[in-house]
């Protein structure tokens, strides 16, 4: 593609007067406080609903339907992300946003007063749609807000608002749970979800758009069955089914065929629900790539390794989230530095380089972990894979959204948001696969026949089941996690090291907002720095 030239609409970037700077500065900060509790909504709520599951199926039973209350939901949301994403672009960010946000508040209003289980997971359901356009939403306004350049300074927001939502949801899901009921849980969306509303309708002004072109429901349509069929493939697959199973290789047929024809009639669609000409940009598919393995490593980390502490070193579940704090807080540091960097110099392929590094080195000492690895050690090695994520994390969707028009903006960062969503449901399948596999022929080996009958129905013991254990089974079970555990995170580092060779192949573009340079930089459909939409 051609040197891409960035349409200016609207007022002038960030750059400017002193005066004028601070007061849009300050605008811009409003507008992310909003956006923060928006993104919060979505990351935290999962993690609140998990520690309230157990107290739910309590009082609603329908436990042999329990699983589908969060896949009903994960199913919702990545079917929506990419739709959210072409609809901002099509009829304007704002719109879309708010109508996500309202979605998700329904559906967490609908949640909080579900009398039976198929109930609750259909009205998940909903609330899944609503959350499939709140990060989309939140990283595409500020992809319009704020110039790739400046973005790097509001980073550290982001990835403390991501650490916070992880280490502070399971204790907030169980503070509510314990003290005004499990539906609770879903009832304190709503006067989050208020607050970011108001600020959003008062303090956002972006320009409308107004499109005579049709929605692409064959294409939405076609994806959406194809993302569905992919993501039960790998929550069914090895759990609910056999990865064998003629279910399981009816689902992957028909994930095969109806993206082959999504990518087909995407080539055709007038106004493509993803279009393919994104992926022209080495930066942009890259950066999927990247975000992919990303997420892949971390969902598939922050299962295991609570389970490890637990299980193995004795941990307490209520502190579940403080027990990952090393990762996130090094997570957290690393992207603020990064951000600072980036920011700064307008240089940042040094940071996916040095992020594959680390995560392939701290996923190769998580894997190292054994019985008699100390909390002190193992917090080490997680702070290692932390300060690797935090190089990726906010940088690969600063990249994606760099390598775009402006128009583009929504569908590349719901396509990097997709990916990642995608990657962490193929990491805990994967990666789970493997560790159960594992612990269950360590218990056999260990215990014989009382170890393969423990861990018949799942490999993943809670603490109830595991005190109620032989002393005997219980160390055995301890060597298994650990066996389990080498396995999962030495496969995780295998899978990064994809992550360092195609950072080598990042072109380093010049980011939008900075210093212009008379040469072009485009990177086969990379866009050009260029004014930068600034509508606050």
Request: glycine share 12%; charged share 10%.
């Amino acid at each position: 593609m051609a040197d891409t030239q960035i349409a200016q609409a609207g007022p002038e970037t960030l750059q400017g007067a002193p005066g004028e700077q601070g007061k849009r500065q300050r605008s811009v900060r409003v507008v992310l406080l909003a956006l923060m509790i928006a993104m919060m909504l979505a990351m935290l709520d999962n993690m609140i609903v998990g520690t309230a599951m157990p107290t739910i199926v309590g009082e609603l039973g329908g436990l042999e339907h329990l699983s589908w209350v969060v896949t009903g939901y994960t199913l919702a949301t990545a079917a929506a992300t990419p739709i959210w994403g072409k609809l901002g672009d099509m009829f304007g960010r704002k719109g879309a946003f708010m109508t996500s946000i309202v979605i998700f508040l329904v559906g967490s209003a609908l949640s909080g007063m579900a009398q039976n289980m198929g109930e609750l997971i259909g009205f998940r359901a909903v609330q899944g749609l609503g959350a499939g356009g709140l990060m989309v939403g939140v990283m595409a306004i500020i992809g319009d807000l704020v110039p790739p350049r400046e973005r790097g300074k509001y980073q550290g927001m982001m990835a403390g608002v991501m650490a916070l939502a992880m280490i502070g949801g399971p204790l907030v899901g169980g503070t509510i749970t314990d003290n005004w009921g499990w539906r609770w849980s879903f009832y304190i969306n709503l006067p989050l979800g208020a607050v970011a509303l108001l600020l959003i309708s008062a303090v956002l002004h972006l320009p409308k758009k107004r499109t005579k072109a049709r929605i692409d429901y064959l294409g939405a349509g076609l994806l959406t069955v194809g993302i569905t069929s992919i993501v039960l493939v790998t929550t069914w697959g090895g759990s609910e089914y056999a990865w064998t199973s003629a279910r399981i290789m009816e689902l992957i047929a028909i994930g095969v065929v109806t993206l082959v024809g999504f990518v087909f009639w995407q080539t055709k669609a007038a106004e493509p629900v993803l279009p393919l000409h994104i992926f022209r940009s080495r930066n942009f598919t890259l950066m999927s790539l990247i975000g992919f393995i990303t997420g892949f490593v971390m969902f598939g980390a922050t299962l295991f390794l609570p389970l490890y502490q637990q299980s193995v070193q004795g941990a307490s579940a209520t502190n579940s989230g403080l027990l990952l704090l090393p990762m996130l807080g090094a997570m957290l540091v690393t992207s603020m530095v990064a951000g600072r960097v980036t920011t700064n110099s307008g240089r940042y392929k040094v940071f996916p380089i040095a992020g594959g590094v680390l995560m392939i080195t701290g996923l190769y000492l998580l894997s190292l972990m054994d019985t008699g690895t100390s909390r002190f050690t193992s917090g080490v090695y997680m702070a290692v894979l932390g300060l690797g994520m935090g190089c990726l994390m906010q940088i690969t969707m600063l990249v994606a959204q760099n390598s775009v028009e402006m128009k583009d903006m929504g569908v590349a960062s719901s396509s990097t948001t997709l990916f990642r969503t995608l990657g962490s449901s193929f990491g805990v399948a994967i990666m789970g696969a493997l560790f159960n596999h594992r612990v269950q022929d360590v218990m056999a080996e260990r215990a014989g026949a009382l170890g393969s009958k423990v861990t018949e129905q799942s490999a993943q013991l809670d603490a109830a089941s595991l005190a109620k254990l032989p002393a005997a089974a219980r160390e055995a079970y301890q060597h298994a996690v650990s066996a389990g555990t080498h396995s999962a995170f030495l496969l995780g580092a295998v899978i990064a090291v994809i992550v360092l060779v195609a950072s080598l192949f990042v072109k380093e573009v010049p980011l939008r907002g900075g210093p212009q340079k008379p040469e072009s930089a485009a990177d086969g459909g990379d866009a050009t720095p260029g004014p930068v939409i600034e509508a606050v």
